[in-house]
């Protein structure tokens, strides 16, 4: 009776409940704006309300007014989610409400480069790599809108964040530097002028400096880290023979465990045979026997001369090797004194052949 709305509850405990087990405010309750903030290490915005609400100015959780996911998590199916902002506006951290995107030089949230308002030659200075350089030209580098524009030579900034990775075991940290170099350019640290990108197999001493993001473990500029391995033709070869190999022994070991399986049963069958043939000799011989002490008899005579005619016909290729074992389809077999089913049958029998 109590199962299902215990686990209703713990259901929707769990979802008031935020990564690090703090209970989450929820819509129409009062939270702080003080407390919202980025979370250290993973840069990610925390409030005081869970992931419907925010908090706004009078600090009581409210519904968002946008949503910068495409599959937000956390809504209630029975609630309806926020539109994601059109072009030429933005959503902040906060999710409150589109806003229109920011001149060069206004304040901007951290990596929010799609809050800045992009240059006129945006076509051209635009990040398509997929690393994430910049958005439509425009950059957000501590803080401050800038454009993606410096050239090979020229002074430029430098935005370093270092950020913590959590695995299972460890946590470590790693550093990403950003800057407002031209495509195909990174900001030196030390002299904070933009170099070319280097090519693979240049020697580098941080990622920014290959054209693949990935300087590796030698000091050298190496493949981008999503490539695919590659395995020779060999490893394919092998593969392949140790499949077919498998098959192929484990239809020999099942052909030879059913020959073997089959041999045993013909051999019982035979003893069957054999056991029963030895029964039919003795019948035989009993009604030989009774035969002959009958023939005086007047009317017998000729009845049993055809049906030991009748038996005998069947008696063919029979080889006579008596009762010496017994098969394993016969549960009951005769001992050696007079109770056995061999009485039982032959007095049937002789039964039989008197009416
Ligand atoms: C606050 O309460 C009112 C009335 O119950 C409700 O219509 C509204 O959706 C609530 N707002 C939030 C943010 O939950
Ligand atoms: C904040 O949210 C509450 C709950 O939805 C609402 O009643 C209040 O008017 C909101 N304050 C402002 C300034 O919008
Ligand atoms: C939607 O569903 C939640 C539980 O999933 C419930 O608490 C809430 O009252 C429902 N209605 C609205 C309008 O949010
Ligand atoms: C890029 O920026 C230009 C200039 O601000 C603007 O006209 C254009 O709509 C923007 N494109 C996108 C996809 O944001
Ligand atoms: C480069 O971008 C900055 C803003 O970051 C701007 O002030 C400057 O005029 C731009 N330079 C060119 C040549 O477009």
């Known amino acids: ?81 926020p539109e994601r902002c059109p072009i030429g506006q933005f959503c902040p951290d906060e999710e409150d409400a589109c806003q229109e995107v920011l001149p060069v030089g206004s304040a901007c949230q951290k990596n929010r480069d799609d809050q800045c308002e992009g240059p006129v030659n945006w076509k051209e200075l635009a990040d ?70 280097k090519e693979l197999g240049a020697a580098c001493s941080a990622d920014k400096e290959c054209t693949t993001f990935n300087c590796n473990k030698k000091g050298v500029c190496g493949a981008t880290v999503d490539t695919p391995t590659h395995v020779g033709i060999y490893v394919y070869v092998i593969v392949g023979v140790c499949i077919i190999g498998g098959m192929i022994s484990t239809l020999i070991s099942l052909f030879f465990v059913h020959r073997r399986q089959r041999t045993a049963e013909q051999e019982k069958r035979l003893q069957y045979w054999r056991e029963q043939n030895a029964f039919r000799q003795n019948l035989l011989q009993m009604q030989e026997t009774a035969h002959h002490s009958l023939m005086s008899g007047p009317a017998g005579s000729q009845r049993n001369s055809l049906y030991s005619n009748g038996i005998g016909s069947d008696e063919s290729q029979v080889p ?19 109770m056995s089913d061999e009485g039982v049958l032959l007095h049937e029998r002789k039964d039989m052949g008197r009416f």
């Open 320 to 338: 006579l090797t008596g009762k010496s074992t017994a098969s394993g389809l016969r549960h009951q077999y005769a001992s050696d004194d007079g």
């Open 128 to 197: 398509h790599s997929g690393f994430g350089l910049n958005v439509n030209g425009s950059v957000c580098l501590n803080n401050v809108c800038m454009w993606a524009n410096a050239t090979a030579g020229s002074q430029c900034v430098i935005d370093n964040t270092v950020y913590i990775v959590y695995t299972a075991k460890t946590e470590y940290p790693v550093v990403t530097s950003r800057d407002n170099c031209q495509i195909g350019f990174y900001c030196d640290g030390s002299l904070k002028q933009c170099l070319a990108r």
């Open 1 to 81: 009776m109590f199962s299902i709305p215990l686990t209703l509850l713990l259901l929707s405990f769990g979802s008031l409940q935020q990564q690090h087990g703090v209970y989450a405010v929820q819509g129409n309750e009062s939270c702080s704006q003080a407390n919202q903030r980025l979370q250290l290490g993973t840069f990610q915005f925390t409030s005081d309300c869970d992931a419907m609400w925010y908090c706004n100015s009078t600090n009581i959780c409210d519904w968002k007014g946008c949503r910068r996911d495409l599959y937000p998590f956390g809504y209630w199916p029975n609630v309806s989610i």
